[in-house]
Structure formats: C-alpha cells, structure tokens
C-alpha cells in the first residue's frame, strides 16, 4: 500500500528521474541508505524503488504510527518504527536485522532526522547517527547508498510553506532525482564506519544534485 501510494502521488506533484550506478545491487538482505532533506522525500524515494522493483521495510519515526490510516498501513506491512530518545529506540534495531535476515531490504536515514533550515535549496547530508553503521557491523549486510535531490522544492520550510509547496506542486511541477550507488561494506570502529557510509550516500547525492541540474538545465534550454 505504501508503494503505491508513493507511486501514484510523485508523479501528480513533480517528475521523478532515476539513475543508477553501474554496480549498483540492490540485493535482498540489503540496508538503504538515503539522505533526509524533506517531509516528502521518504514518497519519492519510496516511489523510484518501486520502479526498481523494490519494496523495503521502512525505518521511520514513531509518531508516523500515531497517524490514522497511514500508522495501520506501516504496522500491517512491517515497517520499523523508531522511538528517537527513548529505551525502546535500540529496539528498532533488532527489527531491523530480523528483516535483513528474512531477505528484505531495509531503508534507513542515516542522519536520524531533518536539518533545520528553512531554505529549498540543496546540501550535503548532515552527520549521521551510529545505528547504520551498527546495523551494517551486526549484520554484515551491504549499505546500499540512495541519493535523492529536489525534494525540498516540494516540500521545506515553516508548516504554511510546506502546505503551500505541496498545494502548488501540480501547478509548478518540480523535478526530482534519485541515484542509486553501489554498495560498501562499511568496516572498522563505529566512527570509521559511519563515516565510509556518510561518504558513499554523499557520493549518491553529489550525482543526484548533478543529474538534476542538467535535467533543469535542458528543460530550460540552457547549455
């Protein structure tokens, strides 16, 4: 259900382009790893994996749960739910690892949150949090790096301008890309290893934000 919903709304609010890098795998038991810039963007991330014929267990904040109609959908479809800044966060964890075991593929934002600026514009991923790499170590699953870009054209800022972008979204139909990068295996201490997956998600939304540029560029016809 969340696929499909992510795949029928993207398309009525902006265009989707996807690339992939050549040894990108997106094999079962493996973690994906994205950057988080919006509300939205877990939608268009969700939606480009689909058209690759993936439907990965998503880890998500809690209060998504509480949300009628969509909390029952992640609950059915065995999604994780985090509880940030509680004992039970370390829960969400094992979860995690019980998907990866039973071949699923497991989504995951490494920087644990959205950055706190108001701007539509783009920047690099913001420090991420241990649990990747851990969840990575424990497991010995690949991180398979996601990056996506445009997202905050749809959606950023106070509460009325996210309302508002997302209201005129149909009308301006903003672009976004999503690129998928091959996988590591991040190794070493827990700081090393956030680090190796900081960088390759980096990677992916560095060509993310490139591909989109040159998508914004022809469509203006500009060089």
């Given at each position: 259900?969340?696929s499909?919903?992510?795949?029928?709304?993207v398309?009525a609010?902006?265009?989707?382009t996807?690339?992939?890098?050549p040894?990108?795998?997106?094999?079962?038991?493996?973690i994906?790893a994205?950057n988080?810039?919006?509300?939205?963007d877990?939608?268009?991330?969700?939606?480009?994996?689909?058209r690759?014929g993936?439907q990965?267990?998503?880890?998500?904040?809690?209060?998504?749960w509480?949300?009628?109609?969509?909390?029952?959908?992640?609950?059915?479809e065995?999604?994780i739910a985090v509880?940030?800044?509680?004992?039970?966060?370390?829960?969400?964890?094992?979860?995690?690892a019980?998907?990866?075991?039973a071949?699923?593929?497991?989504l995951?934002?490494?920087?644990?949150g959205?950055?706190r600026?108001?701007?539509?514009?783009?920047?690099?991923?913001?420090?991420?949090?241990?649990g990747?790499?851990?969840?990575?170590?424990?497991?010995g699953a690949?991180?398979?790096?996601?990056g996506q870009?445009?997202a905050?054209?749809?959606?950023?800022?106070?509460?009325?301008?996210q309302?508002?972008?997302?209201?005129?979204?149909?009308?301006r139909?903003?672009?976004?890309?999503?690129?998928?990068g091959?996988?590591?295996?991040p190794?070493?201490?827990?700081?090393?290893?956030?680090?190796?997956?900081?960088r390759?998600?980096?990677?992916?939304?560095?060509?993310?934000?490139q591909?989109?540029?040159e998508?914004?560029?022809?469509?203006?016809g500009?060089g």
């Open positions: 259900m969340i499909r919903i992510a795949t029928m709304l398309p609010l902006g265009g989707l996807i690339s992939t890098d040894d990108a795998e997106l094999t079962p038991g493996s994906i994205a988080h810039t919006s509300l939205l877990p939608a268009i991330v969700v939606a480009a994996l689909h690759l993936v990965p267990v998503i880890m998500a904040t809690a209060g998504l509480r949300i009628p109609v969509l909390g029952g959908a992640l609950e059915r065995g999604h509880h940030r800044g509680t004992e039970r966060a370390a829960g969400a964890l094992d979860g995690a019980t998907a990866l075991a071949g699923r593929l497991v995951i934002y490494g920087e644990g959205l950055p600026r108001r701007d539509a514009g783009e920047a690099a991923p913001g420090a991420f949090r241990s990747l790499s851990r969840l990575a170590r424990e497991t690949p991180v398979v790096p996601l870009a445009g905050r054209r749809l959606s950023s800022g106070s509460a009325g301008k309302l508002a972008g997302f209201l005129t979204a149909p009308l139909r903003p672009g976004f890309h999503v690129h998928v091959a996988p590591v295996h190794t070493g201490e827990a700081a090393d290893a956030t680090a190796q997956a900081h390759a998600v980096s990677a992916a939304w560095e060509v993310a934000v591909r989109l540029g998508r914004t560029r022809a469509e203006h500009e």
